[in-house]
């Protein structure tokens, strides 16, 4: 069980809407930073750590910023997520470039910001040398394809467009070092959204005995192994949060047993976790203005699918408490809606809720929960709709806004 919680009382979030207006993204800096302190130190037993916080979850550079003072790197996968990673003073090799279908563009300022360049495939060696030339580190994304089962939201490896296969991987290793290519790492990325502690610590060991085969067979000694993103969140309150420290010391079991007998013991272990980082720590906020009773009871809120689509495109489940409510009877049951001409356009279908009052002005705030990574970052503007800005709760209890909300001149600013 996950108690789910909110960090502002009813009296504080509608002081806050008054000034704000509904709706807005919340996110709690102090909550995120304690996250990847202990994140850090679940990881601090192996020889290095570093988690590149993957910039597509929460492309704020407030937020990048925060977790660059945890000593978190960024994942990026496009140019404007390095524009961002660089902008929030992440430098160099704390940058991770994992793209796919890469242009030649995005190699070029890869290279020009210093980032280690995670290639896709094994033709991007060549496409690299030639368009913005092969760097002193390279590492190498590795799809292990019939060896591992991918989770539900990623797919199977075996139909996944991402990566070398293993016959590739060791001929690309060999193929770098012969280019010269000095220092090098390995990546793989098989799940998304997965709570299974014991599916991460395997992807370790998937990753530890290649990197041991890498060694027998090429004589490189890998400086780092990036297990890659997709640590799950309980985004339901009977879900239970991946332990990290019986993650960590699961991964130390199997790197001790594979990794220090292959003579790889300094190998550090890094990953690019977002969702995990940033999700529970954020929250979108919105008002319920309209009620209506047809077949079904339906809430309207002042926010759409357009600010928040896990709800629309997974059928995911977000929690929703509703503001000074939280121990109110759940009396009712509501399918809550935003004003998008979409009939996905849904945050909760069929959902036990409290009852809610209705109203542009006074009626009740609802709580979307665990929206803090591929929340904001997700929104698009089908419909003409213009999405909502972002605040941040400081420690001091604070509140400031990191983004503003779109204006109708911003959709238009593209038009000849
Ligand atoms: C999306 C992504 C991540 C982050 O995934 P989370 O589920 O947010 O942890 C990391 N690495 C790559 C390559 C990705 O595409």
């Not at 909110?6 to 909550?31: G, H, N, V």
């Not at 009877?329 to 399918?335: G, K, N, R, V, W």
Request: proline fraction near 5%.
């Amino acid at each position: 069980m996950t108690k789910k919680t909110f960090p502002l009382s009813k009296t504080e979030l509608e002081r806050a809407a008054k000034e704000f207006i509904t709706p807005f993204y919340i996110y709690d800096e102090e909550a995120i930073r304690k996250n990847a302190r202990r994140i850090n130190a679940a990881f601090s037993i192996f020889p290095s750590y570093i988690n590149y916080f993957a910039v597509k979850a929460m492309p704020n550079p407030v937020i990048l910023n925060i977790l660059r003072e945890e000593g978190f790197g960024a994942d990026c996968s496009s140019l404007t997520e390095l524009l961002l990673a660089d902008m929030s003073g992440i430098k160099g090799e704390n940058i991770m470039f994992t793209s796919n279908e890469t242009p030649a563009a995005e190699y070029r300022k890869a290279r020009e910001l210093g980032a280690v360049i995670n290639l896709d495939d094994i033709t991007h060696i060549e496409f690299l040398e030639k368009t913005a030339g092969l760097p002193e580190m390279i590492s190498i994304r590795y799809n292990p394809g019939p060896l591992k089962m991918g989770n539900s939201i990623i797919g199977n490896p075996v139909e996944a467009k991402y990566g070398f296969t293993r016959e590739q991987t060791l001929e690309g290793f060999t193929f770098l070092k012969k280019k010269g290519v000095k220092r090098f790492a390995l990546h793989t990325m098989v799940a998304s959204n997965e709570l299974n502690t014991l599916y991460h610590i395997e992807t370790g060991r998937l990753l530890f005995e290649l990197a041991a085969e890498i060694k027998q067979k090429t004589g490189i000694s890998l400086e780092f192994v990036n297990l890659g993103g997709g640590v799950g969140i309980p985004y339901k309150p009977e879900d239970e949060a991946v332990n990290y420290e019986e993650l960590t010391a699961g991964l130390k079991k199997i790197f001790d047993a594979i990794m220090v007998p292959a003579g790889l013991g300094n190998t550090g272990i890094h990953t690019e976790w977002g969702r995990a980082i940033t999700g529970p720590y954020g929250w979108l906020i919105t008002r319920a203005i309209h009620r209506k009773d047809t077949y079904r009871k339906y809430i309207g809120v002042d926010a759409s699918m357009a600010d928040l689509m896990r709800p629309a495109m997974y059928g995911a489940y977000h929690h929703i408490s509703v503001a000074g409510k939280e121990d109110a009877p759940p009396t009712e049951i509501y399918d809550v809606v935003g004003s998008l001409c979409e009939n996905c356009d849904k945050f909760a279908v069929q959902r036990k809720l409290p009852a809610i009052e209705t109203d542009e002005i006074s009626g009740d705030l609802l709580i979307i929960h665990d929206a803090g990574a591929h929340g904001r970052a997700m929104g698009f503007n089908y419909n003409g709709k213009l999405r909502c800005g972002e605040l941040i709760l400081r420690a001091d209890g604070g509140i400031s806004r990191i983004r503003r909300k779109e204006t109708p001149a911003d959709l238009f600013a593209t038009l000849v």
